[in-house]
Nanobody, 119 residues
Framework: QVQLVESGGGLVQAGGSLRLSCAAS????????MNWLRQAPGKQRELVAL???????NYADSVKGRFTISRDNAKNTVYLQMNSLKPEDTAVYYC?????????????WGQGTQVTVSS
């Protein structure tokens, strides 16, 4: 079992910055990847950024060059630094941990944190 607690969302003007945090606890040694996803009203949840166990990262085209995913192993925390925010970044952001057991992947989710970017 993995527990995820997110923080750092809020209201910001366009062009501003926010940093989201996701603190993991429980069986963190089993985590294979940590991801940030977001869901805007009326839209499907989409992958924003991923960070693998080995340290590889990948980003959605819409956030490349503006968002950075990183981790602090000592604090068991993953971050999403969001710069040059746009109104279209407004969404609920979710932290996701992927745990591989054998040949199966299990997903764990945080509670979500609201990010609102005003124009």
């Amino acid at each position: 079992q993995v527990q995820l607690v997110e923080s750092g969302g809020g209201l910001v003007q366009a062009g501003g910055s926010l940093r989201l945090s996701c603190a993991a606890s429980g069986s963190i040694f089993s985590i294979n990847a940590m991801n940030w996803l977001r869901q805007a009203p009326g839209k499907q949840r989409e992958l924003v950024a991923l960070l693998t166990r080995s340290g590889s990262t990948n980003y959605a085209d819409s956030v490349k060059g503006r968002f950075t995913i990183s981790r602090d192993n000592a604090k068991n925390t993953v971050y999403l630094q969001m710069n040059s925010l746009k109104p279209e970044d407004t969404a609920v952001y979710y932290c996701n941990a992927v745990v591989r057991v054998g040949v199966r992947d299990f997903d764990y989710w945080g509670q979500g944190t609201q990010v609102t970017v005003s124009s």
